[in-house]
Nanobody, 121 residues
């Protein structure tokens, strides 16, 4: 059973930083792209950032220049470094990844359970 588990959320003051982690566990062949989404109260879930299998990053305009996405050396962990946080970054942050269960299966999309990030003074 493949699972994605996020960690690193919490309460931070405006202008502060947090680092989110997304770890894949269970048996699988490989992970392609890893993405972060967020959902604020009363709003739709929105894409935040993506890192591809060749470590190419992409960002939503709202976080470009402040957030940085990366992968661990073992490629089964993703990170989201969030700097210069604003109150409007407050949301539940979800990890999403394309994971190949075996070498002969197509990738499946997995979601983590989410971690709360609150930016407030």
């Amino acid at each position: 059973q493949v699972q994605l588990v996020e960690s690193g959320g919490g309460l931070v003051q405006p202008g502060g930083s947090l680092r989110l982690s997304c770890a894949a566990s269970g048996s699988f062949f490989s992970i392609n792209s890893i993405r972060w989404y967020r959902q604020a109260p009363g709003k739709q879930r929105e894409w935040v950032a993506e890192v591809t299998s060749d470590d190419s990053p992409n960002y939503a305009d709202s976080v470009k220049g402040r957030f940085s996405i990366s992968r661990g050396s073992a490629k089964n962990t993703g990170f989201l470094q969030m700097n210069s946080l604003k109150p409007e970054d407050t949301a539940v942050y979800y990890c999403n990844a394309d994971i190949m269960p075996t070498a002969w299966e197509v990738p499946r999309i997995y979601w983590g359970q989410g971690t709360q990030v609150t930016v407030s003074s």
